[in-house]
């Protein structure tokens, strides 16, 4: 299992596991400003960021947020 | 190192990745499809996210030899997260994916109504996906079993239906699945009576369901409980619950290995050989080292596992799958093996081809390819030797490699995993097929005995029976429209059903080819379709199997409608060639038969032969030709003929 800690392990898993590759500095974009972002990259950041990091995420909160950054700290508070 | 050594150094996965990272990933695509056969199912699907977000036009303007399929995906849930796994799947077999999906919960609407998304033209498959919600969703609160039991037959009913107006309106397959019953369902019965019959209900629409795909022709149903058992869970509750994601990434990737197997099938590319290893493949042991008698197949644990693989392998072999031997070995023990050893299951008789030699293993499936005249693409070479299967993936184009490994119990399921050897439907004709290519082994030995091609044809007395099709060789026509590649003028695939249609169509002539020779009767080889319009006859497409090339039966089955046209008063004969990727040597056939250039039609190259000098039939053939489809009266001013 990959540890999901910093900010660079979000961005890797965001790009190789969701496929959505992002710089760092588009984790505070909201979603509706962020590029090609859509539901199914959603649900396989949810599965991605269990998987690699073992976590129980509340999907519900996971998807009423509105950055990448906030579901990050959701993983972070699991 | 300069930087494009480091990029070929780079596994698949992240060279694709790669050349994503530079938007090369259109300008790449063959190669991205030659590595993506190297990946699990897991990283086809991100390979598939990142296709997915091609424009196909364009990738079809680069790269126009890509077949293609439109994929209309429908159902009950939300399905957005199919089209990933489902590109990289068909992405593996060499398949562009043009999906199109529908609003959520959409299929009943756009199923009944004819006009709806899912009829529009060019639509390949329309992918409706059935879940456990899907069925149970209109249950009253609360609920008995009886309730259940009604929705189950209602929603039976209904999807019959449907699939009855897409038989009636639609031009592709329509594809439906069996749902798997969940505990959420179950468990909400406290009574294990009420609980059971819910269960008994659940498999009646299940096998209710199966069977639709006998009663609707072009609707196909997958099985999908044996692959949810063999997987993960079936669906993911949150996801469920939350976005309306009935069906889990797992299970979604379950179904489109199934799709991108039945797409191979779609568009003619169903294996046809399974090439073996010996060694740690077929027995436990290495021959060379141990001896006949140190090899095992049964009468140990791991001798079991052996006997079950072949087994599994003849089972394959008996439904027109052509069975070979490849081994590093010498001949004699391997044969010696095949033919006496007491355990064995397959037998030297079992296999088309057995090649024990010292040669590297790409060249010998290419020699093998060569000998069957088939292309190497349609081969599947099970091996666990990782070293060979590396090499032969990297030095055979288009292979399928199955990797075994040094745990035989698990050979069984590595070699079934895929359906490499799906098709629609299965002919009297598969199920002799292997017998065929022993035959086709002889008639190489007389050919190679014979002084002279006139020679071998003269001593060869082949016999053709030109004529329409009769009883079930309708489904072996359509299936050689399905299945033939090279000698394939325009490639047109028909279903069954569309065969049917031409042949009560007066305007249509519909031909079955069969052949025979001295060494026995070769079953039905090829087809002819042609239209008969007011200027002439219309060849739609001319189709022969590449085992009976080059014997003159093409040539003999021209000559007879040349004929045939002409004593009808038809003006002209017109034949079309439409270049594929294997169909190249097919250019001049028209031509050769003393056909005109006639310019082009939409895609392909028009020919017109205007009747007034008929080359006679080659004299070594005997012809047996029914064309009275192009008899009456006078076929030019026959009542379709006029319409156009």
Same mark, same amino acid.
């Given at each position: ?78 | 190192? /300069?930087?494009?050594? /480091? ?66 995906? #429908? ?12 590109? %990289? ?24 109504? *004819?006009?709806? !998304? ?45 699939? %009855? ?14 749902? /798997? ?69 797992? #299970? &979604? $990737? ?21 090439? &073996? ?20 197949? %049964? ?27 490849? $081994? ?11 033919? !006496? ?18 040669? *590297? ?88 005995? @014979? ?9 060869? %007395? ?33 279903? *069954? ?39 002439? &006859? ?102 379709? @003929?006029?319409?156009?």
């Amino acid at each position: 299992m990959a540890t999901l800690t910093t900010s660079d392990d979000y961005v890797n898993l965001l790009r190789d596991l969701v496929g959505f590759p992002v710089s760092p500095d588009e984790l505070d974009t909201p979603f509706d400003m962020l590029n090609g972002w859509d539901s199914v990259h959603l649900l396989k950041l949810v599965t991605a960021i269990e998987r690699e990091s073992g976590v129980r995420l509340a999907v519900a909160r996971v998807l009423e947020a509105q950055t990448l950054n906030e579901i990050f700290g959701l993983a972070s508070l699991a | 190192m /300069t930087d494009t050594q /480091t990029k070929t150094n780079l596994a698949p996965l992240e060279q694709i990745r790669a050349w994503n990272a530079e938007k090369r990933l259109v300008e790449e695509y063959p190669q991205v499809l030659s590595l993506i056969r190297l990946l699990d199912p897991a990283a086809r699907a991100s390979v598939g996210q990142l296709l997915a977000r091609l424009d196909a036009e364009e990738v079809q303007r680069l790269h126009p030899q890509t077949p293609a399929l439109t994929a209309a995906i #429908t159902g009950h849930s939300t399905l957005a997260a199919l089209v990933a796994p489902l590109t %990289g799947e068909l992405a593996r077999h060499g398949v562009l994916l043009r999906p199109r999906v529908s609003d959520y919960d959409a299929y009943a609407r756009e199923l009944r109504d *004819p006009v709806s !998304e899912v009829y529009l033209p060019g639509t390949d498959l329309v992918l409706c996906v059935l879940d456990a919600e899907a069925l149970l969703d209109d249950l009253p609160s609360p609920w008995r079993v009886e309730h259940a039991e009604q929705a189950l037959r209602a929603k039976l009913a209904q999807l019959d239906a449907l699939a %009855g107006v897409y038989a009636a309106h639609g031009g592709g397959t329509l594809v439906l699945n069996t749902a /798997t019953l969940l505990t959420r369902f179950t468990h909400q019965l406290v009574d294990l009576r009420s609980r059971a019959r819910l269960g008994a209900a659940w498999r009646e629409f299940n096998a209710g369901l199966l069977r639709l795909g006998d009663t609707h022709a072009n609707t196909l149903v997958l099985d999908l409980e044996p692959l949810v058992a063999a997987g993960g869970p079936v669906a993911d509750a949150r996801l469920s619950v939350y976005v309306k994601a009935r069906l889990s990434e797992e #299970t &979604l $990737s379950a179904y489109a290995v199934e799709v991108g197997h039945l797409a191979r099938a779609l568009t003619g590319r169903s294996k046809k050989v399974l090439v &073996l290893d010996a060694d740690n493949t077929l027995w436990d042991g290495i021959l060379g080292d141990d001896g006949p008698e140190g090899i095992a197949v %049964g009468g140990s644990f791991r001798g079991e596992a052996f006997a079950a693989f072949q087994k599994v392998c003849r089972q394959i072999g008996s439904q027109g799958v052509l069975l070979a031997v490849c $081994s590093k070995n010498d001949r004699e023990p391997v044969l010696g093996v095949l033919r !006496e050893h007491p355990e064995m299951v397959l037998r030297e008789g079992d296999f088309v081809n057995v090649t024990a030699n010292w040669q *590297p293993k790409d060249e010998n499936l290419k020699a093998l390819a060569a000998r069957l005249n088939l292309g190497a693409d349609s081969f599947v070479f099970a091996d666990d030797s990782p070293y060979e299967c590396g090499l032969v993936e990297a030095g055979v184009p288009g292979v399928a490699v199955v990797r075994l490994d040094d745990e035989p119990a698990l050979h069984v399921e590595r070699l079934l995993v895929d359906g490499w050897f799906d098709v629609r439907e299965l002919t009297d004709a598969d199920r002799g097929r292997a017998e065929q290519y022993r035959v086709e082994e002889l008639r190489q030995e007389f050919l190679d005995s @014979a002084g002279s091609t006139e020679e071998y044809l003269a001593g060869l %007395g082949v016999t053709v029976r030109f004529g329409p099709p009769e009883g079930l060789e309708v489904t072996r026509v359509a299936q050689i429209t399905q299945r033939t590649n090279q000698f394939n003028l325009t490639t047109r695939r028909l279903q *069954p059903e569309t065969v049917r249609e031409r042949m009560a169509d007066p305007a249509w002539l519909v031909l079955a080819i069969r052949s025979g020779d001295r060494f026995g009767d070769n079953g039905t080889v090829g087809a002819v379709f042609a239209e008969i319009r007011e200027d002439g &006859l219309h060849l739609d497409n001319f189709l022969l199997s590449c085992r009976v090339f080059a014997r003159g039966i093409e040539q003999a089955c021209t000559a007879a409608l040349l004929r045939a046209a002409r004593d009808a008063g038809l003006p002209a004969v017109w034949g079309e060639y439409r270049p594929t990727a294997k169909n190249h040597r097919m250019r001049e056939f028209y031509p050769d038969l003393g056909f005109a250039d006639a310019g082009e039609s939409d895609g392909g190259l028009l020919f017109r032969h205007p009747l007034q000098d008929v080359e006679p039939a080659p004299a070594h053939v005997t012809l047996d030709a029914d064309l009275s489809g192009l008899d009456g009266p006078d076929a030019a001013t026959h009542p379709i @003929a006029s319409r156009n």
